[in-house]
């Protein structure tokens, strides 16, 4: 079946440290993108992808580092620089052209900070 | 850039009965589409339904149903007969359809309306 895959479902991170959450689809979908959430503000968006070999910082970007080297991956790194990295984060694809799909969202990693 | 919001952080309903989840967004463009998702606990995000700003007619689907008002840019979530599962974090969503502008493509999230269902 297709779909999105996020890896692992929770990593824990000590001061410091970078980290890296996996992404994976198998839709054949252009577009991917990366959220945060926190309670009480919604999704944010870090990174977002539209063709391979190309991304663009979203609203909060800051401390957060992305590749998309294949159009199936789109790895987000967490950098010692963020500051407060304890969240919920969701990666989604979509169809660039079908712009009313909306999104396939992943299931999700939780970070938290140590 | 576009913003949505969301005013009520919680509501609750009984079960078998309606309610309705408030939205509203600012922007200056006049194609694009709107987005109801749902976060169960699970954390996964379900496309509730959508509705596309050249279309007059509220979108349906089975219980679910939407009142867009085009000029005061609102969009309100009507769920009939509420069941427990209906039981999650409801978020609004704005995506533009603006091919080439900044915004082409990301969708904008509300902060969120968490649903309670009581038996």
């Known amino acids: 079946d297709g779909g999105i895959t996020q890896s692992p479902k929770y990593l824990f991170r000590k001061e410091g440290q970078n980290v890296t959450l996996s992404c994976e689809q198998n839709?054949?979908?252009?577009?991917m993108y990366w959220y945060r959430q926190d309670p009480g503000q919604g999704l944010r968006l870090i990174y977002y992808?539209?063709?391979?070999?190309?991304?663009q910082k979203g609203d909060i970007a800051e401390g957060y580092s992305v590749s998309r080297e294949k159009k199936e991956s789109f790895p987000l790194t967490v950098t010692s620089a963020q500051k407060n990295p304890t969240a919920f984060y969701l990666c989604?694809?979509?169809?660039?052209?079908?712009?009313?799909?909306?999104?396939?969202f992943g299931s999700g990693t939780r970070l938290t900070v140590v | 850039a576009q913003t949505v919001t969301q005013s009520q952080p919680e509501m609750s309903v009984q079960e078998a009965e309606t309610v309705t989840l408030s939205c509203t967004y600012d922007?200056?463009?006049?194609?694009?589409?709107l987005f109801w998702y749902k976060q169960p606990p699970s954390r996964q995000m379900i496309l509730v339904i959508r509705?596309?700003?050249?279309?007059?007619q509220n979108a349906t689907e089975n219980r679910f149903s939407v009142n867009f008002q085009k000029a005061a840019k609102s969009f309100s979530l009507k769920i009939s007969d509420s069941q427990l599962g209906d039981a999650a974090m409801y978020f609004c969503?704005?995506?533009?359809?603006?091919?080439?502008?900044?915004?082409?493509?990301?969708?904008?999230f509300g902060q969120g309306t968490i649903l309670t269902v009581h038996p």
């Open positions: 989604a694809s979509s169809i660039d052209r079908g712009l009313d799909y909306g999104y396939t």
């Open positions: 839709l054949n979908h252009d577009a």
């Open positions: 992808s539209q063709i391979v070999n190309d991304f």
């Open positions: 922007t200056s463009e006049s194609d694009y589409y």
């Open positions: 509705q596309e700003a050249y279309k007059q």
């Open positions: 969503a704005y995506r533009s359809s603006r091919a080439g502008g900044t915004s082409y493509g990301k969708l904008t």
